[in-house]
């Protein structure tokens, strides 16, 4: 024979029921946050975190190659005034018949 009585088994299993029943309900009026929470950012059309990132991620890299496109350009710029300088000193220079 048992120790306890019997009442507080049945009580024990009963809380355990609840406790359980409490979980369910707390998961799922999570769920009913988290897509209520979806749909309201799709209506005010916000951005996650996530892809915000990707965002930045996305204009960082944009912006690292225009920086090394703007280096290029320099130095194009450069070596076609040297090549133009040097063409206009062909063109002014006296020519030389054989």
Do not use: C, H, Y
């Amino acid at each position: 024979m048992s120790d306890r009585p019997r009442f507080f088994d049945d009580l024990a299993g009963v809380a355990g029921g609840a406790i359980s029943a409490l979980a369910g309900l707390r998961e799922e009026a999570e769920s009913l946050v988290r897509a209520r929470i979806d749909d309201a950012v799709r209506k005010l059309d916000l951005l996650r975190r996530e892809e915000l990132d990707a965002v930045a991620e996305m204009a960082a890299n944009a912006r690292s190659e225009q920086e090394n496109a703007a280096v290029k350009l320099a130095a194009m710029e450069a070596r076609l005034a040297v090549l133009e300088a040097r063409l206009a000193a062909l063109e002014t220079a006296p020519r030389q018949e054989n």
